[in-house]
């Protein structure tokens, strides 16, 4: 299984960055995927999460109308759109594979996936 981000980098507040995760190793179509984010020092946190094929998605509250998770079953791939960017969004952002089609404890918990990506950095600043 691998799992490589790309798309972070350094934008101005308000701007918008689309981080991208490609798969392999495994059949994609068939698990649930999430996004997490890690500021050096404080604790993992679960940004978004999708299920196998799409339907059910899930925000932290606070990028809610301001991120959107998909996925393209064709690429392999994992994307999160991130628009009204803000400083408090600046971290390293990992993908993660799930290790069933849907999350079936909840979408926040680590036990729900079992690879993840080396990280893209955001950084927010003016």
């Known amino acids: 299984v691998q799992l490589v981000e790309s798309g972070g980098g350094l934008v101005q507040p308000g701007g918008s960055l689309r981080l991208s995760c490609a798969a392999s190793?495994?059949?994609?179509?068939?698990?649930?995927m999430g996004w997490a984010r890690q500021v050096p020092g404080k604790g993992l946190e679960w940004v978004s999460g999708i299920s196998s094929d799409g339907t059910i998605i899930y925000y932290k509250n606070v990028v809610k109308g301001r991120f959107t998770i998909s996925r393209d079953s064709a690429q392999n791939t994992v994307y999160l759109q991130m628009n009204s960017l803000k400083p408090d969004d600046t971290a390293v952002y990992y993908c993660?594979?799930?290790?069933?089609?849907?999350?079936?404890?909840?979408?926040?918990?680590?036990?729900?996936?079992?690879?993840w990506g080396q990280g893209t950095q955001v950084t927010v600043s003016s």
């Open positions: 190793g495994f059949t994609f179509s068939s698990y649930a």
């Open positions: 993660a594979k799930g290790v069933a089609a849907r999350f079936r404890i909840r979408w926040t918990d680590s036990r729900e996936y079992d690879y």
